[in-house]
């Protein structure tokens, strides 16, 4: 029996199993639901890049207005005079964004556990509380957003299971199997027909899914993230149907295949990551961000109070530009300037403490990685993360740009003050353009 | 029926392969609680550590002005209670830090799962994961073939001709099935009170209690399901398909959409929605850092007629202190408009949820086993209230003492005593008893004893329908 008889053999039982049709319609109504709110979550995430884009452009048209109109601030707070760099950076609003990939269609992954945009300020620094996550019920958090992802790591391994698990067993049990081996000659091509066609009709089924998503974000606008998705979900499919096909080869019966399969899925869909989990929380306790506060605020207070002479060399080994201006020599106008500037100190401190912030979660996520090997479903999604960009590196690089339009920000205003800088409305509009990325 | 049970075990205790994977299951079962265990203890201690911490450096203040303390503030770590061990609920999302300072209610942030990649879509290893989603399984697995079984063999005709009633075969083979869950369920609570015995209150016994109430409910529907599909179908795979279906749609799809639903149902505001309101809010009260404000002077002209002097120099106290107070009191109405407007939609959304107990009882069985353990959302709502009181009485006594210590209005040079610092008390988390929290489970509890009234309710019926031959 050739493989297209026993493929036709097989569509024939496939369409008369109502069991598996239900299965495999709950699997694509699944699908269609979490692509969906992969979409919706993708165009909330615009939406609100817009508003805030709106909000920094208003802001900007107040400050300009002050130029147009003479004037050097609002009339209620007469300390700020935006002809100065430190009250002209001070109100320059700088929006930094992670933009959603349209390939979160397909996989929200951490994209919920991190801010995804930040007004940079002089300020500011990537562990600053407004980079916490969007508000949303914890609850619903801790069960995770059925996105696709979700439905094909979790989900495709159990339809399959639904599509497979009676191969072999049944005509086992029926007594009908030493006749099938007669008909098709070896045992095993007819379970790899049989297995290959369920594996072919999930992969069409995937590749329709798919397309669904990229009509409802601009997928294709994302250099291979679809075909690298894709790709990477066959693989996911061929590994469970190798699987299941050796679980089929070697067992018995249709019960004692199914129990198998269902521990093979409940081994690696929970009881890996769920132990994996426990011991990273056990080796590597969550970060209290205790160096953060210190430098927060016990540094940044023995910063203010250390001697100016210790503070114009911290400052002078920073930007040795500032050695040489005007002001540096003036002993009366470096009072205003050295206080103005001292943030860039605070900054400096706080970069080393988020670097050891940074190592601590470097470490943990190390482990994670060495266990990829036994651990597929973690290595599945978090792979899925990085093509949909919403991986932890992907938001760790984000801190890390935030973390440069701080370096940025603070430098030309602390160059421009040493300088004296005087600001008018042309030299406001090249700040807006140079703090961004 | 006893003996029905008791014939029932001796089949199991004699298959070789029900002993191995108990022998497994019991080992893995009684790992978790040790894990949970211990990773509570090192969560407590790097708690306490981080606690100590802070308090020191508050506790170091020499001298200070008390509105720059005010500033200066401190935070609050969220502490792991004793139930953790079993189930941690929301813990892991929630963050640990909160920052307590004046002016402004933050919001908790740095939560375990923000500082890794992604790893297990369930949880932890906790006994509540395998209790949850693993017993059931072993359930179905044995209960799944245990009438098809006694029908292809004849046992069920035996039986019958021998006096047992149909409802009592298919009764009694539930209840076998079921006390194999609820021995391993009474095994993790012994491990787990043998484990804490010094720690053990009548909170924490009232509320195991309740875990264990709500998981022999669970189990005895999942047991009963399985029991009756064994009865009702021809053979035994239809029985185990049927309910591994029933399974992956209770466990699986069921909380996931449901819950996704709730939030749309009821959606929160987007972070910048909330903070702009927040802003638009306040900015309509008095700034205390803006003395030429209109509601500062305002407020002014009232302290002076109230003191009846002219001039803030004239005033025995310190206006600066005042006016920063009436500043608290007017951000504290906004946050409580909008931080608890939030709260209500969660509340909605947990009561939407909750009905999703009507289609899946895990639904319900989730909600009360982070809920008895303390550690829900509501619990988290909680503590966050407790923390924000004790801001408010925090900044409070700060601002008291800028205005009533002795300094003068203008004189923010003025510097209070270490002895002051130390004598403003420590954040201390009461948790929440379960007397006041209860009510808020009722619906989930009976939504467990509707599930486990259909299933009595199939169980007679396949008790009638059922087929001896």
Known sequence: MRSLEIFLYEWKHFVRSPFKIIALMLFIIA????????????????????????????????????????????KDKPWIDVTSPYWAIRNAPTYYFKEPSPAIVYNIGKAEQYGYYKAITTTSSPYDTDMAKEIAN??????????????????????????????????????????????????????????????????????????????????????NAFWNIFLWIVGYLIFWCAIYFLILKYGKNTVSNTLQMIGIWLLFAFIIPAAIQQWISIEKPTNLMIDFIDVKRDKSDKIYDQSNLLTDKQLFNLYPSLMNTEIAKDSIRIKGARRSSIRALINEAMKDAIAKIESDHQTKNEIIANTYWFNPVTYSQNKLNQFSKTHYKDYESYRKDIQELVNKRIKIMVIDIWNNVHVDKTKYLTYIESLKK | MLQIIKNEWRFLVRSHLFLGISIIFVCTLILSVFLGNYQTQKQKQSHRNAKNHVRQQ????????????????????????????????????????????????NEITYSEASQIQAISRFGKLKSSLLLQYIVPLLLIFLAFNSVSNEKQSGRLKLMVLQGAKPFQIILSKTVAVWLYGVSLLILVLVVYGTLNIHNLTSEILIRTILFFISYILYYFIVSGFTVFFSARWHNATLALTSMMSIWILWTIFLPNILMSSAEKWHPLPSRYEFKSAMKEDRSKGLDGHNPTDNRALALKQRVLKEYGVDSLSQLPINFDGIRMQADEDYGNSVWDKHFGNNRKLLKKQKRSYQLGGILSPFISLQNTSMGFMGNDNLHHQEFLLQVESYRRVFIKMLNDKQTYGGSKTGNWGWKEDNAFFRSVPDFKYTPTTISIVFSNYILDVILLVFWLVIVLILIILGAKKIQIV
């Open chain 1, 31 to 74: 699908s269609i639901y979490g692509l969906h709110n992969g979409a919706d979550l993708y165009e909330k995430q615009h939406k609100e890049i817009e508003k805030l884009n709106l909000n920094a452009n208003n802001q900007k048209e107040t400050i300009v207005a002050y130029f147009e109109n003479g004037k050097i601030g609002p």
């Open chain 1, 138 to 223: 914890p609850e619903r958090i801790l069960s995770g957003t059925l996105d696709f992802s979700f439905v094909v790591l979790y989900l495709l391994s159990l339809l399959l299971l639904v599509l497979l698990y009676d191969i072999k067993g049944a005509e086992a049990e029926q007594g009908f199997l030493p006749l099938i081996f007669v008909q098709t000659g070896s045992k095993n091509w007819w379970m790899l027909s049989r297995t290959a066609f369920y594996t072919t009709l999930l992969l069409l089924v995937l590749f329709g899914l798919m397309l669904y998503g990229a009509l409802l974000t601009d997928v294709f606008s994302e250099a």
């Open chain 2, 58 to 105: 508050w506790e170091k203040i020499d001298q200070l002005n008390p509105h720059s303390a005010a500033h200066y503030g401190t935070y609050i770590f969220k502490p792991s209670n004793l139930l953790s061990s079993l189930d941690e609920g929301v813990n892991s999302v929630t963050g640990n830090v909160l920052r307590v300072e004046g002016h402004v209610q």
